[in-house]
């Protein structure tokens, strides 16, 4: 097989949560220029609009919205079924909707915490194992691809103008775990499960992270940059290809060199 063959995801199914803008949005452009359809997943109705209207007019990528709280268990499984009867089995997921909350631990709200630990690894085990359970297992085939972060990877970082971010960096590293210990499990059904760490890359989230620290975040970087809206599609062509057929159980850090410092 030739490698335009081997990265080619036409006749694939692709549920991308917290798809309606930054990562996901960039994840949803990579898989969808490959050949995929893809099923969206966000809160907001009007930004999975303009996210599959994007999409639509600037890469010609016809893509369905779904609207679902994923901090809402109850509406996980009807979800799953809505991308299901849109656009068939689920091929590749994208486990990508996330939250944080900065603050002091000493300070840090115990519903702030619970906030973010149910979003980013609670939800995040219910759609993969109602992904698994529907599509990829009974099938024996599929790609789950989790984002991490580099911060689920050590302690975190020494900025003080930064604000701590203990939930997060917690939910991160059991994403990476998650991911290890789902591949070990998986394997047996050929099911990949892989994790990407991404580094900063201006988005939403880390809006008040920019304005705090400035050109500073891209100079923590040996590449002195931070990340750009191209910097993960190569891997993720890779994860969601068979490109990527032999790699599962990985943590691939996109972060412009930060974590070999």
Same mark, same amino acid.
């Given at each position: 097989?030739?490698?335009?063959q081997?990265?080619?995801?036409?006749? #694939?199914?692709?549920l /991308?949560?917290?798809?309606?803008?930054g990562?996901?949005? &960039?994840?949803?452009?990579a898989?969808?220029?490959?050949?995929?359809r *893809?099923a !969206?997943?966000a809160?907001?109705?009007?930004?999975l609009?303009?996210?599959a209207?994007h999409?639509?007019?600037? /890469?010609?990528?016809e893509?369905?919205?779904?609207?679902?709280?994923?901090a809402e268990p109850s @509406?996980?499984?009807? =979800? *799953?079924?809505h991308?299901?009867?849109?656009?068939g089995?689920?091929d590749i997921l994208? $486990? $990508?909707?996330?939250?944080?909350w900065?603050?002091?631990?000493v300070?840090?709200?115990l519903?702030a915490?619970?906030? %973010?630990?149910?979003?980013?690894?609670?939800a995040m085990?219910? /759609? @993969?194992?109602?992904v698994?359970?529907r599509? =990829?297992?009974?099938? #024996?085939?599929?790609?789950?691809?989790? %984002?991490?972060?580099? !911060?689920?990877?050590?302690?975190?970082?020494a900025?003080h103008?930064?604000?701590?971010? !203990?939930?997060?960096? +917690?939910?991160?590293?059991?994403? /990476?775990?998650? @991911?290890r210990?789902?591949? %070990?499990e998986?394997?047996r059904?050929?099911? $990949?499960? $892989?994790?990407?760490?991404?580094?900063?890359f201006? +988005?939403?989230m +880390?809006?008040?992270i920019l304005?705090?620290?400035?050109?500073?975040?891209?100079?923590h970087?040996?590449?002195d940059?931070?990340g750009?809206?191209e910097d993960l599609k190569g891997v993720v062509?890779?994860?969601?290809?068979?490109?990527?057929?032999?790699? +599962?159980? &990985?943590?691939i850090?996109?972060?412009?060199?930060v974590?070999a410092m």
């Amino acid at each position: 097989m030739g490698v335009r063959q081997l990265f080619d995801l036409g006749g #694939r199914v692709a549920l /991308v949560t917290g798809g309606s803008r930054g990562l996901g949005l &960039q994840i949803a452009e990579a898989l969808g220029e490959l050949g995929a359809r *893809v099923a !969206l997943v966000a809160r907001k109705g009007d930004e999975l609009d303009a996210a599959a209207a994007h999409l639509a007019h600037t /890469v010609g990528i016809e893509a369905v919205p779904i609207v679902c709280d994923l901090a809402e268990p109850s @509406t996980i499984p009807s =979800m *799953v079924a809505h991308a299901e009867a849109a656009l068939g089995p689920i091929d590749i997921l994208v $486990n $990508n909707a996330g939250a944080t909350w900065g603050a002091a631990t000493v300070d840090l709200p115990l519903a702030a915490w619970q906030k %973010v630990i149910e979003l980013n690894l609670t939800a995040m085990f219910l /759609v @993969t194992q109602e992904v698994g359970k529907r599509s =990829m297992v009974p099938r #024996r085939r599929g790609k789950v691809i989790n %984002v991490a972060s580099i !911060l689920g990877l050590g302690g975190g970082h020494a900025d003080h103008r930064r604000p701590a971010t !203990l939930a997060y960096n +917690t939910s991160k590293g059991g994403v /990476v775990n998650f @991911t290890r210990a789902l591949a %070990v499990e998986w394997g047996r059904h050929n099911i $990949n499960v $892989n994790a990407i760490a991404p580094g900063f890359f201006p +988005t939403k989230m +880390t809006k008040g992270i920019l304005e705090m620290i400035g050109e500073d975040a891209a100079h923590h970087a040996p590449l002195d940059r931070v990340g750009g809206p191209e910097d993960l599609k190569g891997v993720v062509a890779l994860l969601a290809s068979d490109a990527g057929a032999f790699i +599962t159980g &990985q943590i691939i850090a996109v972060d412009g060199g930060v974590t070999a410092m």
